[in-house]
């Protein structure tokens, strides 16, 4: 079983959107989590952290659900900037990468 | 503002050569990370190092070397270069020592293709 599984999509919503994505992660004793964000042929960049009280960011919004194992990102107001594959980090004893879900945000 | 700098972007090779990887960055971090990124599998960890000439293996270590003589520095070896290593190749440092809750910051990648 993975560490991490991600739906990778892809996603392809209009402008003005919103759109969430979820992932879920095998290890109950994981520490932390977060949202990594990586354009095409680029290297992948923080987003965000996930906390235990979910946390917000402008029009992300990132919550972490410990008894189901799973945390989700909320993107609100789409932009074309925002069409890139974001990939879920969980660390346990080292970092998990799930796969990334690709989004396409259509003018 | 963290930069992480990778020898080549691009970079073709034939099977049994010897390829060397090179990673440097520039903010004093003490982790430094290798992962192989492919189509459908995601980042996987190669190697990893929490100090100077420490390192760790990671899930997929088989094939690779490492060698991490300066703080700065973590390189990454294909001792006989094969087809199946054929990859995009990442490297990552974090500042340490709280490992569980840092940041990882990416180099741009270097895409190698072994024929």
């Known amino acids: 079983r993975k560490e991490v599984e991600q739906d990778p999509g892809p996603f392809n919503v209009p402008e003005g959107a919103t759109v969430a994505f979820n992932c879920t992660y095998s290890n109950s004793a994981s520490q932390s989590f977060f949202w990594y964000r990586q354009d095409c042929r680029k290297e992948p960049k923080l987003l965000m952290s996930?906390?235990?009280s979910g946390n917000e960011d402008g029009r992300f919004t990132a919550q972490l659900n410990r008894a189901s194992q799973y945390i989700s990102l909320l993107i609100r107001d789409s932009k074309l900037s925002d069409s890139a594959t974001y990939l879920c980090v969980v660390n346990g004893n080292q970092f998990y990468f799930g796969t990334g879900t690709s989004l396409t945000v259509i003018p | 503002d963290v930069k992480v700098t990778q020898s080549s972007r691009y970079l073709v090779k034939r099977t049994g050569e010897k390829v060397f990887l090179e990673c440097v960055q520039d903010m004093d971090h003490e982790n430094m990370f290798w992962y192989r990124q492919d189509p459908g599998l995601g980042l996987r960890l190669i190697y990893f190092s929490y100090d100077v000439k420490m390192k760790e293996k990671g899930d997929i270590p088989e094939g690779y070397s490492v060698s991490r003589e300066k703080k700065e520095r973590f390189s990454l070896i294909l001792e006989s270069a094969s087809t199946n290593q054929t990859s995009m190749y990442l490297c990552?440092?974090?500042?340490?020592?709280?490992?569980?809750?840092?940041?990882?910051?990416f180099g741009p990648g270097t895409r190698l293709l072994v024929l």
């Open positions: 990552a440092s974090s500042l340490g020592p709280d490992r569980a809750q840092e940041t990882q910051y």
């Open positions: 996930v906390y235990s």
